[in-house]
């Protein structure tokens, strides 16, 4: 019999009592409209998109059985198709989905990103990260149904997830349970959360887990290791940014002993080195940003 995960549901707060409350205990939380205030929240649209990136090559993902492979075509051909899909959708006609633009630094598309969404706190994230904060965030835009299998985000790192349009549902699972969910290749989990074959996968049926949907304007906080799978139940926009402390940089570092790949404990090591030798970010930045375009 599975165990519950829970996962408080917020409608405010605060810096102190996030790092307090969450980050410092390792509990997931939500926080629903953290992100109303923030310009991006009504000017990220598809038509923007058009007007300031359209011409841009866009590396799309797919995820196949054997893996993921890469796509790429102009940013405006891939919002077209990816309207005409939903369009598609809506009036019962079956076709393929576009694959998912899964990963992207988010200021190379969003390139004020810094100014539409400053009037979310900073202090959200450790002093280091500073107003660059956005500089380290990953988007995310696909069309309804895109999917990302059950994972853990591969540096170890903390996670803030933020919901601009659409929504999504995220199945959670704390760290302890990987063991249940069957994992390969340090950070996928081969068992299907929607349709779990138990016979394939008996263990999978007492693991904890939760599951909670985001919609516009919400955050996601994940602690180190979280499993999550996410499943798009529109189309939707959304970014990430993966962070760390002092401390979970240096353990992400010492994960290397538990299996980490070594070019994940490089970027790790480059995070721990620029906050505890207090390098600023500017110098750290131009080494770490390969890992914004990692396909892992």
Not at 89 to 94: I, L, N, P, V
Not at 191 to 204: A, C, M, Q, S, T
Not at 239 to 266: C, E, Q
């Amino acid at each position: 019999m599975s165990q519950t995960y829970d996962i408080d549901e917020l409608a405010d707060l605060s810096p102190k009592d996030f790092m307090n409350s969450y980050v410092r205990p390792g509990r997931p939380v939500v926080v629903r409209g953290a992100l109303n205030a923030c310009p991006a929240a009504t000017d990220w649209t598809l038509d923007y998109l058009r007007r300031t990136a359209g011409e841009d090559i866009a590396s799309l993902k797919r995820w196949t059985g054997g893996g993921i492979r890469v796509e790429r075509m102009p940013l405006s051909d891939y919002l077209d198709a990816t309207e005409r899909y939903e369009e598609a959708k809506r009036a019962g006609r079956a076709q393929e989905p576009p694959a998912y633009l899964h990963d992207v630094p988010l200021t190379s598309l969003f390139r004020r990103a810094d100014r539409d969404l400053a009037p979310f706190p900073c202090d959200f994230f450790p002093a280091w990260y500073g107003p660059r904060w956005t500089a380290f965030a990953q988007m995310f835009l696909g069309p309804s149904s895109s999917i990302t299998p059950l994972h853990f985000d591969c540096l170890l790192t903390h996670n803030l997830f933020f919901q601009i349009w659409g929504r999504k549902r995220f199945t959670l699972l704390p760290h302890r349970e990987l063991k249940r969910c069957y994992p390969y290749n340090w950070r996928w989990c081969k068992v299907d959360v929607e349709k779990p074959d138990h016979g394939l996968y008996p263990l999978y049926r007492d693991a904890a887990r939760a599951v909670v949907v985001v919609g516009p304007g919400d955050l996601l906080y994940m602690p180190p290791g979280t499993l999550h799978h996410v499943r798009s139940l529109d189309c939707a926009l959304s970014f990430n940014v993966d962070w760390h402390t002092k401390r979970s940089a240096v353990s992400g570092v010492l994960a290397l002993a538990r299996g980490m790949p070594i070019k994940n404990v490089y970027y790790n090591a480059l995070l721990a080195f620029g906050m505890w030798a207090n390098v600023p970010v500017p110098r750290v930045l131009p080494y770490y940003k390969a890992y914004l375009n990692y396909v892992s």
